[in-house]
């Protein structure tokens, strides 16, 4: 499942098989609260079927489907959630832990590229956004 997952491009099968021994797979039905803006982040998610929302204030920011993440920033920036994430349908996620989080950046460097380059558009996003207020 790891290897359809674009984030994952490019890791070797040693590398998907130590990424698969720290996910764990969470299901949740539409209508779900994800995460909550303003709450310690304490998981990293990947959407690997069904669809989501990003809010903020009430106002929604972006859609996620399957090979989308979130829950990086509260991570990565040691910060409080930046925004809510609710399940449009039915949706399975692969979720990994704080604790797991850092170790996975080091062993695998192309991905902890990939989430930096990421974080830094959603940053930038958020910077245009509120300037545009």
């Known amino acids: 499942m790891l290897r359809r997952i674009p984030l994952f491009g490019g890791c070797s099968r040693g590398a998907l098989s130590r990424i698969a021994a720290i996910c764990r797979d969470v299901d949740a039905p539409a209508g779900s609260v994800l995460l909550a803006e303003g709450t310690t982040g304490s998981d ?8 989501a929302v990003v809010s903020r204030a009430d106002q929604q920011l972006s859609e996620l489907g399957p090979g989308d993440f979130f ?8 910060v409080p959630r ?3 994430v609710t399940a449009t349908s039915d949706v399975k996620l ?3 832990a704080e604790r797991d989080f850092p170790v996975l950046l080091g062993e695998q ?3 902890a590229e990939r989430i930096q380059s990421q974080l830094v558009r959603r940053l930038a996003d958020d910077a245009n956004r509120n300037s545009g207020e």
């Open 94 to 96: 692969l979720a990994i």
């Open 71 to 78: 829950g990086e920033i509260s991570l990565v920036a040691a």
């Open 82 to 84: 930046t925004a809510t």
């Open 109 to 111: 460097p192309r991905l």
């Open 44 to 51: 990293f998610f990947l959407v690997v079927a069904g669809t």
